[in-house]
């Protein structure tokens, strides 16, 4: 039957994108899918292109976790004086893997474990099961031997947990482990730990090669390409004058040379919809003081600075460069970009001990590509050290992988505001008090000036709002080192319950299990629901926002309602596509303060239960054949205003039979699809978005007449003739 069809295809996709391991160049990646902010990790630390592919590291729930908010990085160790397992003596020595380029076969080697596996990922509790009309959802495959729910493996608090080895050809070993919460104050990051020990193992077998090694003047450099999708991003810094409160290299926005209207945000010029208003970066938590590798030294990281993101010494691994370029790599992470680059950037005067180059945004340019030695994008770049590690001895870093930007919901009011020439910042003018443009719209007002698309005052207020999303990756970094500072003690939220979605004849019923109810501070569960779209954004061909999540039903202590484990959802209406979720929440007696001072209750995160198959509200089935319709009749693409909410190429069958058979032809005779219908009134073109208007063979029809042969199994029949324009 067509249903099992569907949900084989469905499950075999489903193994790949919830993947247990996926490899990739030789390295195996393991996915955190926990929270807003998702990503994917190395076993072998290495997030270029080579290992994550382009634009395939890490995600932001804005645009429905569609594009990467980092490129792609490079990350090296150095030091000095070393003398290699053949007895050759390098005054400098570097290993690692380029942005472009890397080589876990020879260079940074993931250590297997005695069942021969080279990563792991824990999770604090069961996944839960997410089923809409019997398709599941959620990964239906059992966890791999090397995925495990072990809460005790998990220090802290942290919802997951991804680790794993890397013996170095420097004698250095790797300890990686990043964590992931679900928790709505600090699912917008992931935490590194990286612990890095001269072991003097340079391969995988147990076998010292280089037990009398002492590694003079180590440093770790690590470049971070933000984004270039669709347009190149500024790169920025703070925290490395004395005084400042946090560390955080990041990218954000631009205005792009060649824009002729204030483009930054990245406004639809249909809708003004704001697309990427994103800032990404990296926050440093934590850098071994030279003498107690235990202790943070508030001047780490040394040095920090932004260049072309294809400088030639971090696009490949470290055996493809040559001796000259590997003694650069080496004076960029010792001496900054001040003597790396002739391009006359010295040290920010004032800053922390090191060398730490002005931040890119703060050099006078009026756009991002002005530099002399810009080619594709930029990248940030920073480097730990030096340290001197005997055999045995060790330090440590933690960053946090962190993104921050004002909501959709707000991206679509701004944009669409702005798009009507009526966006404003506040009661404020430009030039007023509550500006907080960055600095190359403070020393070039005309960048917001007038022009075809909206007024000087709607320009500058639309960029101030983005500007905003400033505010909120600091934030997050501070959640991210106020959370590293505490153990990764964070007030936990009870585990999401599984969920089951049908879709009936007048009501949808949503049903979910107890898994929650295992935490002393339980109190009861919401049910949230969005329209059109699980993720918030404009489609294709439309004007009007889909997929806003808003409650529509709660039940436990303090809402009124008693206990219970379904909601019949009445309120839809048919024709219209719904997803859900249900969050547990508890009381929020027993949950300490957040890193913002608060103590609240708490409720399990949207992403671990969420629906991203619709369900619809359907009608009883019809008596008579000359009552069934197909709606939208005729079907014509550019008509948006009688499509189905948020799924623009769907055909509906309405007032079927219990029981028929649908054979849709072309005007010449020509077979393209048979649909094999049970249960209510209502069936469409394909239970899948991807399977709208696509023919048995995947193939999507083109404009024209085609008729709709329905018979039921009685041999009674009836044939409907509809149009399509594409």
């Known amino acids: 039957m067509v249903k099992y069809k569907y949900l084989s295809i469905i499950l075999m996709s489903l193994f790949f994108l919830f993947n247990t391991q996926v490899v990739f160049s030789q390295g195996i990646i393991k996915t955190l899918k926990l929270g807003s902010f998702q990503g994917r990790i190395s076993d072998y630390g290495d997030e270029g292109e080579g290992s994550l592919g382009y634009e395939e590291s890490h995600w932001t729930y804005y645009d429905g976790f569609e594009n990467s908010v980092f490129d792609s990085k490079a990350v090296f160790l150095g030091c000095k004086n070393f003398t290699d397992t053949t007895g050759t003596f390098n005054p400098i020595k570097v290993s690692g893997n380029g942005q472009w380029e890397s080589d876990p076969l020879r260079i940074w080697r993931p250590v297997p474990d005695k069942d021969g596996y080279t990563i792991h990922r824990y999770l604090r509790y069961q996944p839960p099961a997410i089923t809409v009309d019997g398709f599941r959802l959620d990964d239906p495959f059992p966890l791999d031997f090397s995925d495990h729910v072990a809460p005790d493996k998990i220090p802290g608090t942290a919802d997951g947990m991804v680790e794993s080895w890397i013996n170095t050809d420097m004698g250095i070993t790797i300890h990686q482990r990043v964590f992931a919460f679900t928790q709505k104050n600090h699912d917008d990051y992931f935490i590194y730990e990286w612990t890095i020990k001269n072991t003097g193992n340079t391969d995988l077998d147990p076998e010292i090669e280089l037990p009398n090694q002492t590694l003079e003047d180590v440093y770790l450099l690590r470049q971070v390409r933000y984004t270039s999708y669709p347009r190149k991003r500024w790169a920025s810094e703070y925290g490395f004058m004395p005084g400042d409160s946090l560390r955080i290299l990041y990218g954000y926005p631009a205005r792009w040379s060649t824009s002729t209207y204030d483009d930054f945000g ?84 004032g800053s922390k001990p090191g060398h730490h180059s002005p931040p890119y945004d703060h050099r006078g340019y009026k756009f991002p590509d002005e530099a002399p030695w810009f080619g594709f994008t930029i990248s940030g770049f920073y480097a730990y050290g030096p340290y001197d590690l005997a055999f045995g001895d060790s330090f440590k870093v933690a960053w946090a992988e962190v993104v921050g930007h004002i909501s959709p919901e707000k991206g679509y009011e701004i944009g669409s505001a702005w798009k009507n020439d009526d966006c404003h910042w506040g009661d404020d003018q430009p ?34 709002w983005v500007y905003s999303g400033r505010d909120t990756i600091f934030r997050n970094a501070a959640a991210a080192n106020w959370a590293y500072q505490h153990n990764l003690n964070v007030p936990a939220p009870p585990p999401a319950p599984s969920i089951e979605v049908k879709s009936l004849p007048e009501k949808i019923l949503i049903e979910w299990g107890d898994e929650s109810e295992v935490v002393d501070d339980f109190a009861g569960y919401r049910v949230y629901r969005a329209k059109g779209s699980w993720y918030a954004h404009i489609p294709e061909g439309e004007t009007k926002l889909v997929g806003v999540w808003e409650p529509i039903f709660e039940c436990g202590e303090g809402t009124g309602n008693p206990l219970t484990h379904s909601f019949e959802d009445k309120t839809a209406q048919r024709g219209i596509a719904y997803y859900y979720y249900v969050a547990a929440f508890d009381n929020g007696k027993d949950n300490p303060p957040d890193f913002n001072g608060k103590k609240e209750s708490l409720e399990s995160g949207r992403f671990l239960n969420m629906t991203t198959q619709p369900a619809h509200l359907t009608k009883p089935a019809g008596k008579n054949l000359d009552d069934i319709r197909i709606v939208p009749n005729p079907f014509n693409l550019a008509a948006s205003e009688i499509q189905f909410t948020g799924e623009p190429d769907k055909i509906a069958f309405l007032n079927l039979p219990e029981k028929c058979t649908i054979k849709i032809y072309t005007e010449s005779g020509d077979l393209v699809k048979t649909i094999e219908h049970f249960g209510s009134g209502d069936e469409s073109w394909g239970r899948l978005a991807e399977e709208h208007m696509v023919t048995d063979y995947g193939q999507q029809v083109v404009s024209g007449l085609y008729f709709a042969y329905i018979e039921t199994p009685d041999g009674k029949s009836v044939i409907k003739k509809f149009v399509i324009v594409r």
């Open 431 to 464: 030039g007023g008090s509550t500006e907080i443009l960055p600095p190359q719209y403070q020393k070039y007002p005309e960048l917001y000036e007038a022009d075809a698309m909206a007024s000087e005052v709607s320009n500058w207020a639309k960029d101030n």
């Open 266 to 349: 990245e406004p639809d010029d249909v809708t003004g919809f704001l697309l990427y208003p994103w800032f990404m970066g990296e926050a440093i938590l934590f850098g071994s003081n030279p003498d107690n590798m235990n202790v943070d030294d508030e001047n780490q990281p040394s040095m920090t600075g932004a260049q072309d993101c294809d400088a030639v010494v971090v696009t490949n691994h470290s055996n493809d460069l040559t001796p000259t370029q590997r003694q650069w790599l080496y004076k960029l992470m010792s001496e900054g970009f001040s003597t790396y680059y002739n391009d006359g950037v010295q040290d920010q005067p």
